[in-house]
C-alpha cells in the first residue's frame, strides 16, 4: 500500500527501513506513551525484528509514515478476536523531529478510511494514556470520538496511569450504536 498525504506517505515498510526506525524510534519521549512492546531503548535487532515480522503478515496491518523517502514513524492495526472480530485496534507513533506538523492525523484518517473500506470492520479504537494530550488531539481532529476512561489500568515507567478510549465506527453502522443502554440495562 502507498497513500500519499501530502507532506508525507504512508506505505508498507521495507527491510531498508531499519536504520531511520531505530533512528526515530529510539527516543524515550516517544515510548513513553506507548505499550511496552515498543521497547526502549529501542535498537537495531528491535528494528530488524519489527521488519522481519511485518514481512511475514499475510495481510499488511502495519505502515510505515515516511517523510522524503525516508520512515519517519508508523501507524497500523491490530485485530479483535471473537466477539470483537469486526474491531481493531490503531495505534501509532511519530518521530520527534515531525511532531505539530499534522502528519499523524493525516495517517490517522487515511489509515482508518483505508480500513473501513477493504476491511470487515464495525469499528476502529484506541486507548491513549492520561496525560497524553497530543495524541487525544490527533484522534479528536480525525474524526475519533471520546468514549471514557480506563482508570488506575496501566502502569507504566512506575507510574499508574488511566487510559483515555477513542473510537471511530463505520457511517452505516452509527445509528446501531444509539441503543440508549445504560450498564445496568443490559443485565440479565
Not at 501530502?6 to 526506525?21: I, K, T, Y
Not at 499534522?102 to 483505508?114: D, H, N, P, S
Request: proline letters at 3%; hydrophobic letters at 45%.
Amino acid at each position: 500500500m502507498r497513500i500519499d498525504l501530502g507532506n508525507c506517505v504512508m506505505r508498507d515498510w521495507e527491510r531498508a527501513d531499519a536504520p531511520a526506525l531505530f533512528r526515530h524510534a529510539n527516543n524515550r519521549k516517544i515510548a513513553m506513551w506507548l505499550r511496552n512492546q515498543f521497547p526502549h531503548p529501542y535498537t537495531v535487532a528491535d528494528a530488524e525484528a519489527f521488519l522481519a515480522a511485518v514481512s511475514r503478515q499475510s495481510l499488511r496491518t502495519d505502515f510505515a509514515i515516511a517523510v522524503a523517502d525516508e520512515a519517519v514513524g508508523g501507524i497500523g492495526l491490530e485485530f479483535g478476536r471473537d466477539v470483537h472480530r469486526f474491531t481493531a485496534e490503531v495505534g501509532y507513533w511519530l518521530g520527534e523531529p515531525f511532531w505539530g506538523r499534522g502528519i499523524m492525523t493525516r495517517a490517522v484518517r487515511q489509515l482508518t478510511a483505508w480500513a473501513f473500506d477493504n476491511l470487515d470492520l464495525h469499528r476502529i479504537y484506541t486507548t491513549v494514556f492520561s496525560g497524553n494530550v497530543a495524541s487525544a488531539r490527533v484522534l479528536e481532529k480525525a474524526g475519533y470520538e471520546y468514549e471514557g476512561c480506563l482508570r488506575a489500568s496501566v502502569f507504566k515507567d512506575g507510574q499508574v496511569r488511566g487510559q483515555l478510549v477513542y473510537a471511530k465506527i463505520r457511517a452505516d453502522l452509527l445509528e446501531a450504536c444509539g441503543t440508549g443502554m445504560t450498564p445496568s440495562s443490559g443485565v440479565a
